[in-house]
């Protein structure tokens, strides 16, 4: 698995990686980081840290 | 920010609000006092329980105040006095809200009821039909003496379907049994007159209609068991100090909503029409669910899509839409009413709900549909 972001080279957490799966799509192969990610969405970087906790809180198995 | 999500809540109407403010701050009195500081609360309650079955072709003494649309459910369907022996059946269907769902389910597991599905088509609709023959059947069997409550909802949540609720009444109370409707999304959306549909119960809920949450009621002509023991309000069966604000609220809203209800529908059937237009225009391919629509209620089926997905992507463009499927990070859950209509799972996995309600606007409309070609063609490409 791809463990750089695909546009800027900046290490994945897994965090990252479960939300570029839940984002876009379980089958992608080559992930962005956060700031790519809120970039690519036209939102911001505290939006989707917003969404990282909800899928925590929700048992989302992605983000153990 | 776009809200696109009526169906789980609507705003509170500003005038409604007004009305409520005078019995939050100068007009506390508790309704069940008898001096003069209560006469006034005493007074808007009897006035909005008048309103509020004016609005639905009641009488006042027929509605009942309760918490919202699940506690009137459940309220209908375990406290009913006619049916509460254990020895009784529920017909319901496999479309219906979890409040009705769960409260027949408990029925089934601690008081011995026996519980009947109704089966939808692939369009959400129960074939009245079907009610009948399985009526005909429990005369026929053993249970002939069983008192039966038949449950069906008037417009399905999820997909906006609108049962033919006139004609599953008559056909129950052609067999002396009770019909009790789920009516939380019609109420105020869709002209509702409980003698010209002939239900004996009907449950609604404030906040769905632009009333304040926490606020609903229960329709019966038929004998209730007391829900809540203690004081003599509601008839004695649900006791507990009036919420006077809230009750005022609700009734304002309904009234408003009621007086302008083709108005709305009018708008809201436009801005929906506008909305699919634009995605029909689109190289999507979709499935819009259910039929006799309620004006503003869209579930859409994406093929391969991910519904999840696409809520969570609208949300980040601050467009609030639910979802009709939901993923575990293993499987998708797919909800029991785009399981019950049979809809392939390539389309069932990418199903969301958009409900549009009288405030929002075609350029709203626009923009939803615009967000969702722009996600799903750009994640179809990758």
Request: with cysteine; hydrophobic share 40%.
């Amino acid at each position: 698995m791809e463990t750089l972001c695909k546009y800027c080279g900046k290490t994945l957490s897994k965090d990252w990686i479960g939300l570029n799966k839940k984002l876009i799509s379980k089958d992608i192969k080559k992930f962005a980081c956060i700031d790519c990610l809120a970039d690519d969405f036209d939102c911001t970087v505290d939006d989707l840290e917003i969404k990282i906790e909800e899928f925590k809180e929700e048992g989302c198995t992605l983000f153990l | 920010m776009i809200y696109a999500d009526n169906a789980a809540t609507t705003k509170l109407d500003i005038d409604a609000f007004e009305e409520m403010k005078p019995y939050m701050i100068e007009e506390y009195g508790n309704a069940s006092q008898p001096y003069f500081f209560s006469k006034t609360p005493k007074t808007a309650l009897r006035q909005a329980r008048k309103d509020i079955a004016d609005c639905i072709g009641a009488d006042p003494d027929e509605i009942y105040f309760t918490s919202g649309g699940s506690e009137s459910d459940n309220w209908a369907i375990k406290r009913q006095t006619t049916i509460s022996s254990d020895i009784r059946c529920i017909i319901t269907s496999n479309i219906e809200h979890h409040a009705v769902l769960r409260s027949v389910e408990s029925e089934k597991k601690y008081n011995h009821a026996r519980v009947f599905y109704l089966s939808s088509n692939e369009n959400g609709l129960i074939n009245p039909e079907d009610l009948r023959n399985l009526l005909e059947h429990l005369r026929e069997g053993v249970s002939f003496r069983e008192p039966v409550l038949v449950s069906v909802m008037m417009v399905n949540n999820e997909i906006g379907t609108i049962q033919p609720i006139a004609e599953l009444a008559e056909i129950t109370k052609k067999y002396g049994a009770i019909f009790h409707t789920d009516a939380v999304q019609a109420v105020g959306h869709i002209p509702t007159d409980v003698k010209r549909l002939g239900v004996s119960m009907l449950s609604a809920s404030a906040h769905k209609f632009n009333g304040p949450k926490g606020i609903g009621f229960l329709y019966s002509v038929e004998g209730l068991d007391n829900l809540i023991d203690g004081g003599k309000q509601e008839k004695g069966h649900r006791a507990g100090t009036e919420n006077i604000a809230a009750i005022v609220g609700m009734a304002a809203a309904l009234k408003k909503n009621c007086i302008q209800i083709e108005k709305n529908m009018r708008h809201i059937k436009n801005i929906e029409n506008v909305l699919l237009d634009r995605l029909y225009r689109s190289s999507l391919d979709f499935k819009r669910n259910g039929t006799n629509h309620l004006p503003g209620n869209i579930s859409l089926s994406f093929l391969d899509a991910d519904g999840e997905m696409l809520m969570h992507r609208l949300d980040l463009k601050r467009i609030c839409v639910s979802t009709g499927a939901a993923c575990d990070s293993v499987n998708t859950q797919v909800s029991h009413v785009i399981k019950a209509i049979g809809l392939p799972d390539r389309y069932a996995k990418g199903t969301i709900r958009i409900s549009l309600g009288k405030n929002n606007t075609e350029e709203e409309a626009l923009m939803i549909a615009d967000a969702i070609i722009d996600i799903l063609k750009e994640v179809g490409s990758l």
